[in-house]
């Protein structure tokens, strides 16, 4: 462990300090002045801004919770809640499965712990969908207990700080390791905070802001002038890329053929338009025979895996055509873009814009 020359408790409470005075804003947080003055934060709230914040940002969450915590403001309404509602208040989002555990974990805090969050860490990592981040972070913000919280932000501060030039991801354990090292045991939750919100604000990936930073003495990537260079990390593979091809029909009603997926899998649970399997080649297989018209453009959408690549088709339904599980009608009176996933809006989009089927 590198010796700064100042006490773990003088560095946190040097960034406690300097959070009392900027801490960020976000409708899940209580802000330092009230949780100074007793006001506790609701787990509930703290545990669904995480699992929505996971691989997305706090200004792509903001809207996505104030809808989620209008519906339902408790775990036991979300427990209660059904799921097609609940991935269609998600969509657009991205990450279907985290939408799936989110439901997973409210019904098992509602049904086995009476609608009440377990308060330490092994409590909490016991629930569906809540690794290790997350329940360290719960722990530490909703509860105060003194436990290392370790997102991207607090990788990049504990790199730069130390002037670590191990790569990332094996760089983890050491990172947490000086994480660790600096988490008090006054204050827990908004120091976790605190750290979290320098990353976000100060020691920013691109052009840190070092003159103001309250860590700026103690920092070695400062004084090396490596800064800007850190957190290092291991190249990653190029993402492949799969084709496949998109079918829009409707009837003569106006109303829409949908597909809702497997619950497992990507896009798990969710409604989508029929597509053909996803390959390295584009093979077209129609879900039914009818005159499909290729409308000559493309959705192009990246996964966390691969890139993909659809040709978008249309048809009219035929007359006689009956829908089979999974497969089902809407009408056009209740047919909503936005309970479908981002790919599958971007689809409707285009076949908008070139005016298919009516539009």
Known sequence: MRDFGIVPTEMSGTLLQWYDQHAREMPWRVPPSERLRGVAPDPYRIWLSEVMLQQTTVAAVRDYFMRFTTRWPKVTDLAAAADEDVMAE????????????????????????????????DGLIALPGIGPYTAAAIASIAFDRSETVLDGNVERVMARLHDCHEPLPGSKPVLKDYAS?????????????????LGATICTPKSPACGI???????QARKSGTASELPKKTPKAPKPTRYGHIYLARSEAGDWLLERRPDK???????????????????????????????GAEVRHTFTHF??????????LPEDYHPDAPRLMVSRHQFDPKDMPTVMRKAFKICRTDKGLGL
Not at 213 to 219: D, E, F, K, R, Y
């Open 181 to 197: 090292h600096l988490t008090p045991d006054t204050r827990p939750g908004d120091y976790a905070q605190a750290v979290m919100d």
């Open 90 to 121: 998600w969509a657009g989002l991205g990450y279907y499965a985290r939408a799936r555990n989110l439901l997973k974990c409210a019904r098992v805090v509602a049904d086995d712990h009476g609608g009440v969050f377990p308060d330490s860490y």
């Open 213 to 219: 930073c309250p860590w700026l003495s103690p920092c």
């Open 265 to 295: 899998g990507l896009l798990g649970g969710m409604l989508c338009w029929p597509t053909s399997e996803w390959g390295d080649a584009p093979t077209d297989s129609p879900p039914f025979a009818a005159e499909w018209q290729e409308l």
């Open 307 to 316: 890139h993909l690549i659809l040709r978008v088709h249309t048809a009219k």
